[in-house]
């Protein structure tokens, strides 16, 4: 009997210590995996732009004309520019993108971002400025979806898509002419562009600038909001290149 009881202690105890085993093993969740913690990375620069670039409808490019800049207080702080050497006539302000009401603007991660200095130094023939380069591709570069590069590549297709009339890309004198006229005359010399497609910018009395609409894929296109804010002048002067 002794021998009867010591065999059920001993199998009593087995099975406790097999009992402490499987319970101190870890065990598979049950029901729902527990959501994970922690902040996940920020989006880069790049990606907010191209989910910013999603919304918009067509670009602007807008060509300064750069003696009226340099006649400006600002454009007097703008050796770049402006300095005695600095013969200008239209030049880019800048590609934007636009929507058919409104527009993005400073899309990036980065407020500061910067341009390399050796792509920006390749636009200074057409944007003479690299506060301007940066400052352009901070506010509306980084709204397109595109890299840096890429951006600027597109600017630069932009405007060579773009025939100055010859008479007015001389700046050999000072001229008066109304807005409706400057129009007209980037009309004729750009077959396919329209007087719905274009707007002049004027400062003052002065012609400033000429907003010109175009695709995502560089076409002409008309853009009716734009076209309802440009200046109406009767005489805009457009001011000689010194």
Known sequence: ????????ALGALSLAAAG?????QPQPASGPTAPRTG????????DTAKTSAAGFDFYVLSLSWSPAFCASDAGRNSR???GSDRKFGFVVHGLWPQNDQGYPEFCGADKNERVPDNLGRSMLDIMPSMGLIGHQWRKHGSCSGLTQKQYFDKTRDA???IKIPADLSTGD????????AIEAAFVDANPGMTKSGIAISCEGPRLEEVRICLSKTLSFRDCPEVDRQGCRSNAAEIIPIR
């Open 1 to 8: 009997m002794k021998q009867y009881f010591g065999f059920i």
């Open 20 to 24: 402490w085993v499987f319970l101190g």
């Open 39 to 46: 902040t996940p990375p920020a989006p880069s620069a790049q």
């Open 80 to 82: 770049q520019q402006c």
């Open 159 to 161: 405007y060579d898509r």
């Open 173 to 180: 004198q000072s001229k008066r002419l109304s807005a409706d």
